[in-house]
Nanobody, 123 residues
Framework: VQLQASGGGLVQAGGSLRLSCAAS????????MGWFRQAPGKEREFVAG????????DFANSVKGRFTISRDSAENTVYLQMNSLKPEDTAVYYC?????????????????WGQGTQVTVSS
């Protein structure tokens, strides 16, 4: 499975961005998907996840109420809509896939990773 993340960029605090992650697999609907981020000098952390069929989502407390996650199985794509962005959201964002129905917050639970897309939020 290859994952291609896109949509990052530079935005002012309070602004919005939508990240996309396109998967190169016809079995996309059998994978739970996650978004993680890594800021300089920090460990990679869970941001959001969505179950294989989209019925269940999970968010880190730091982004709850500001970010939403969705998936389009027809397009083999998962999205992360980020609103009310803050400077502390600045990081490289990665999408990941695991061949399981349920979400995990653990990076080790994901078998496949995208290349990352930079999000920079200026104050």
């Amino acid at each position: 499975v290859q994952l291609q993340a896109s949509g990052g960029g530079l935005v002012q605090a309070g602004g919005s961005l939508r990240l996309s992650c396109a998967a190169s697999t016809g079995t996309f609907s059998t994978y739970a998907m996650g978004w993680f981020r890594q800021a300089p000098g920090k460990e990679r952390e869970f941001v959001a996840g969505i179950s294989w069929n989209g019925d269940s989502t999970d968010f880190a407390n730091s982004v709850k109420g500001r970010f939403t996650i969705s998936r389009d199985s027809a397009e083999n794509t998962v999205y992360l809509q980020m609103n009310s962005l803050k400077p502390e959201d600045t990081a490289v964002y990665y999408c990941a896939a695991r061949p399981h129905s349920r979400i995990s917050r653990n990076t080790n639970a994901y078998n496949y990773w995208g290349q990352g897309t930079q999000v920079t939020v200026s104050s």
